[in-house]
């Protein structure tokens, strides 16, 4: 079969691979009707997150139809049309029990090695690193689905890929990303990132009751986008985000900040930038958390930062006075999406949200090094890219 | 020998872990100044041993520096020690006048600090835990989520241990308490013992040792305790074995990867796995399951053939 693989900092390569096959009894082997590549994919394409290996199938947004399956997979058959979870999940352990699936005590056969980086492993993801398990990933033509009796659900109408593929992650990061809030009337919400997963974030909020919803980028394109999903919004290469929350605010903060920027964030100030790239760049730090510091110093005093861009590893210049002299509140987190996908999919269902205006360009599979050129360089107003492997 | 003893024992070794970096920094930085000072500058190859010494100097100084427990570490410096006097009895036996002097100077500067390195390492045979016994205790635990009796009743039936312990290939239970296990040793060669149960006390403990002339004399105890507020079963294992080869062999396995304490946490992990999804998780990159050298030597993350 045909797959993008990871062959180094910046390149890509779609290769011809071996097919998967069932590894376990409760595999399935999906044929890839649909993928997109997602934002924190630019985290692995740039070379900022470690133990990628030359020749990685990259991909966890994936959905398509089941060819086969293994002999204890009973709740799905040759032929069901599911969309795949990104977070690798058992069902079965403490942490699953939870509903905290991307902490799945049992998907990651490589935890030994998060566990030397992150004290305890969380869950296998597809696609993404092998201290996350090393799972081949879903920018493929098939992929095989461990626990497939479990994550993988299954859509049983009409409704068009585009509009339940980013089931698979995004709209439920996003959500996750307001629901961590805990939004109440009146709040005012601020998000950092207007990507993909921002503009999820925001007509979450909105859905979940939220007074203003106010997205923060610098890519008008991205703002537009935002603006369309109702949200207010600031470019920070134009004004000084701090003082222009304050002010939107009448100086008490936003009750809410979501980060749904992460680890490469850039700073306007190009002295900052400078300092973290270069820390970066020599390993003394792996992540540039521009985002989360503002985040962290526009909150109102005890109100919540919710974290669902993506973190690697170490960051530099946490501001834990404010954090702590604030009773501000944190909480992060891999989306634990096989919590939210059914919810969501009867949101779908019941047009209070249609996922598929974030996307921007249909590529063939065959073209993914031009979708993650053309992403990460934000050409071509590029808002969110889908393959089409077939 | 008391345990402040043993803390001043790894102070010392600290303090020598501290002048191996100052010296290999030297060696390194200036080979020219260190050779004219013991008298070898003569020679063409001077320079390149003045730097290898002063790598193998850093080498000293990461161990020593990088250890909590520094002192047995000591060992290798005065393994260093035996190398340098060795070379610079070379270097005396062909040069004459000052040179010879100043080699003799660098050799009696050697031999003194031989004699504290020696003394440091003699101090840390005597810490506490330091006696060589002949059998190594490997240690693990985890928590299953699963009830205590079910947890301990497959244990208890030895047959399923291959299905979660890497190295094992079978088990047979025989009648009387007594099993027969083969088992992957290192470098593939394959070892078979008997076993005997010697303690069983239900949903609690298991212990069992190799009988009479098994080629590694091994034992091991698992015990069952519930996990509080319903989290489970915690599963603690204890492990002694004589290792193939001695400490030398098992020193070796570690550089090739084969952590034994990593081994029996890899085993735990993937008892939990079989207990709570019925299966060993496997990925691309690590298609046996998760195993201590295969995180080392990682596939691709694709179909593998």
Same mark, same amino acid.
């Given at each position: 079969?045909?797959?993008n693989?990871?062959?180094g900092?910046n ?6 691979v ?5 590894l ?17 994919d630019?985290?692995?394409?740039d070379g900022y997150v ?8 990259l991909?966890?947004?994936f ?29 079965s352990?403490?942490?699953c ?5 991307s902490?799945?005590?049992n ?11 992150m004290?305890?492993?969380?869950a296998?993801i597809?696609g993404?690193s092998?201290?996350l398990g090393g799972?081949?990933g ?12 479990f ?17 698979s ?6 959500w996750?990303?307001?629901?961590m ?5 009146g ?10 997963v921002?503009q999820?974030?925001?007509a979450s ?20 986008i935002a603006a369309?999903?109702?949200a207010?919004?600031?470019n920070y ?9 304050r ?7 936003p009750?809410?900040?979501?980060d749904?920027?992460g680890m490469?964030a850039?700073?306007p ?5 400078a300092?973290?790239?270069a820390?970066?760049?020599t ?6 958390p521009?985002?989360?510091?503002e985040?962290i110093?526009?909150?109102? *005093?005890?109100?919540?930062? +919710?974290? %669902? ?9 946490? $501001?834990? !006075?404010?954090? &702590?002299?604030?009773s ?13 996908m059914e ?7 019941? *047009?209070?949200?249609?996922? +598929?205006? %974030?996307i921007?360009h ?6 993914a $090094?031009? !979708?993650?050129? &053309?992403?990460k360089h ?9 393959l089409?492997?077939w | ?6 803390h001043k ?5 600290c303090?020598?872990g501290w ?9 390194l930085?200036?080979?020219?100044a260190?050779s004219?000072f013991s008298g070898?500058d003569?020679s063409?190859w ?6 290898l ?25 005065v393994?260093?020690?035996a190398?340098d ?11 004459e006048g ?5 080699v ?8 003194g600090?031989a004699?504290?390195?020696l003394y440091?390492?003699v ?5 506490p835990?330091?006696r060589?016994?002949?059998?190594t205790?490997?240690?693990a ?8 009796n079910?947890v ?9 241990l ?12 025989i009648?009387?308490?007594y099993?027969?296990w ?5 470098w593939?060669?394959?070892v078979e013992?008997?076993?005997?149960i010697?303690e069983?006390?239900?949903d ?6 190799s ?8 034992s091991?105890v698992?015990?069952?305790?519930d ?10 294992v204890e ?5 193939p080869?001695?400490k030398?062999?098992l020193?070796?396995?570690?550089l090739?990867g084969?952590h ?8 735990l ?10 299966e ?22 694709q179909?593998?053939?």
């Amino acid at each position: 079969m045909k797959a993008n693989c990871w062959m180094g900092r910046n390149t890509v390569e779609v290769r011809e691979v071996p097919d998967p096959r069932i590894l376990n009894p409760r595999d399935a082997i999906v044929r890839i009707t649909s993928s997109a590549i997602c934002g924190s994919d630019l985290h692995l394409y740039d070379g900022y997150v470690p133990t990628m290996k030359k020749g990685d199938i990259l991909g966890h947004e994936f959905m398509g139809e089941v060819v086969e399956v293994g002999p204890r997979v009973s709740t799905l058959r040759v032929g069901d049309r599911v969309v795949v979870p990104f977070p690798i999940a058992c069902g079965s352990c403490l942490a699953c029990e939870h509903e905290m699936y991307s902490l799945c005590e049992n998907s990651n056969p490589n935890a030994g090695m998060a566990e030397k980086l992150m004290g305890h492993a969380p869950a296998g993801i597809f696609g993404y690193s092998h201290m996350l398990g090393g799972y081949a990933g879903g920018q493929a033509q098939y992929a095989r689905v461990p626990f497939a009796d479990f994550g993988p659900i299954k859509i049983e109408d009409d409704l068009p890929d585009e509009q339940v593929l980013f089931l698979s992650d995004i709209l439920p990061t996003g959500w996750m990303g307001a629901e961590m809030c805990d939004i109440k009337p009146g709040d005012i919400i601020a998000i950092w990132g207007a990507g993909p997963v921002g503009q999820f974030a925001a007509a979450s909020a909105y859905l979940m009751g939220a007074e203003r919803v106010i997205c923060i980028d610098r890519f008008p394109y991205r703002l537009e986008i935002a603006a369309c999903a109702g949200a207010e919004t600031l470019n920070y290469e134009e004004v000084d985000i701090l003082d222009a929350l304050r002010d939107m605010t009448a100086g008490r903060g936003p009750d809410a900040c979501i980060d749904a920027v992460g680890m490469e964030a850039h700073c306007p100030v190009p002295a900052m930038q400078a300092y973290d790239r270069a820390k970066q760049a020599t390993r003394l730090e792996t992540d540039r958390p521009y985002a989360l510091r503002e985040a962290i110093l526009a909150c109102r *005093n005890g109100g919540t930062v +919710s974290v %669902i861009g993506v973190y690697g590893g170490l960051v530099d210049k946490f $501001p834990m !006075g404010s954090f &702590m002299n604030r009773s501000l509140t944190m909480k992060t987190g891999q989306c634990h999406v096989q919590r939210y996908m059914e919810p969501l999919l009867k949101r779908i269902r019941n *047009n209070e949200i249609d996922p +598929s205006f %974030i996307i921007t360009h249909h590529l063939r599979l065959e073209d993914a $090094p031009r !979708g993650y050129e &053309m992403f990460k360089h934000k050409e071509n107003d590029c808002n969110k890219v889908v393959l089409k492997p077939w | 020998m008391s345990e402040a003893n043993g803390h001043k024992t790894d102070r010392l070794a600290c303090g020598l872990g501290w002048a191996s970096l100052g010296l290999g920094a030297v060696q390194l930085a200036a080979p020219g100044a260190v050779s004219r000072f013991s008298g070898i500058d003569d020679s063409a190859w001077s320079r390149v041993v003045v730097r290898l010494v002063g790598i193998r100097e850093l080498f000293h100084a990461a161990v020593l520096l990088g250890s909590r427990r520094p002192a047995p570490m000591v060992w290798t410096r005065v393994a260093g020690d035996a190398m340098d006097m060795e070379l610079l009895r070379r270097a005396m036996s062909h040069r004459e006048g000052a040179r010879r002097r100043r080699v003799m100077a660098a050799s009696a500067a050697v031999a003194g600090v031989a004699a504290a390195d020696l003394y440091t390492a003699v101090r840390a045979n005597r810490m506490p835990g330091a006696r060589t016994e002949p059998t190594t205790s490997l240690r693990a635990a985890i928590t299953v989520n699963r009830p205590r009796n079910e947890v301990y009743r497959f244990w208890h039936d030895f047959e399923n241990l291959p299905r979660f312990m890497a190295h094992l290939e079978s088990v047979e239970t025989i009648a009387g308490g007594y099993s027969h296990w083969k088992a992957k040793g290192p470098w593939k060669k394959a070892v078979e013992w008997d076993a005997e149960i010697i303690e069983e006390l239900s949903d609690e403990v298991i212990a069992w040792r190799s009988v009479r002339d098994a080629t590694v004399r091994n034992s091991g105890v698992v015990r069952f305790t519930d996990a509080p507020g319903g989290r489970g079963t915690e599963v603690r294992v204890e492990i002694h074995y004589d290792p193939p080869a001695g400490k030398v062999g098992l020193a070796f396995a570690r550089l090739l990867g084969e952590h034994p304490e990593q081994q029996v946490s890899d085993d735990l992990r993937r008892f939990k796995q079989v207990m709570e999804t019925g299966e060993v998780a496997r990925s691309e990159g690590s298609p046996e399951g998760t195993r201590a050298m295969r995180q080392v030597f990682q596939h691709a993350a694709q179909p593998v053939r």
